[in-house]
Nanobody, 114 residues
Framework: VQLQASGGGLVQPGGSLRLSCAASGSIFSLNIMGWYRRAPGKQRELVATITTGGLTNYVDSVKGRFTVSRDNAKNTVYLQMNSLKPEDTAIYYC?????????WGEGTLVTVSS
């Protein structure tokens, strides 16, 4: 299984970005996909996850600003990030979990700065 993330970049505070992560390989019908991030000097933290059935989970700091979604036919997960803040600056990683196995993609850098 391979995960390819895209969509990071530089954005001003209050702006928006949309991240995408496409999974390829042997993908089972039941899995959880999600996004994590590692800010400078901090540990990696969960941002949002979504099951194949559409159940979502968010870290409190992004609730109301970020929306995770997925296209099961394309094995792709998205993260719509609105009202971005400087503290959202981080490397964002996507993850897929299936049958108790984790797969990580390479990160994509999101920088929120004026």
């Amino acid at each position: 299984v391979q995960l390819q993330a895209s969509g990071g970049g530089l954005v001003q505070p209050g702006g928006s970005l949309r991240l995408s992560c496409a999974a390829s390989g042997s993908i089972f019908s039941l899995n959880i996909m999600g996004w994590y991030r590692r800010a400078p000097g901090k540990q990696r933290e969960l941002v949002a996850t979504i099951t194949t059935g559409g159940l979502t989970n968010y870290v409190d700091s992004v609730k109301g600003r970020f929306t995770v979604s997925r296209d099961n036919a394309k094995n792709t997960v998205y993260l719509q990030m609105n009202s971005l803040k400087p503290e959202d600056t981080a490397i964002y990683y996507c993850k897929l979990v299936q049958r108790a196995t984790e797969y990580w993609g390479e990160g994509t850098l999101v920088t929120v700065s004026s």
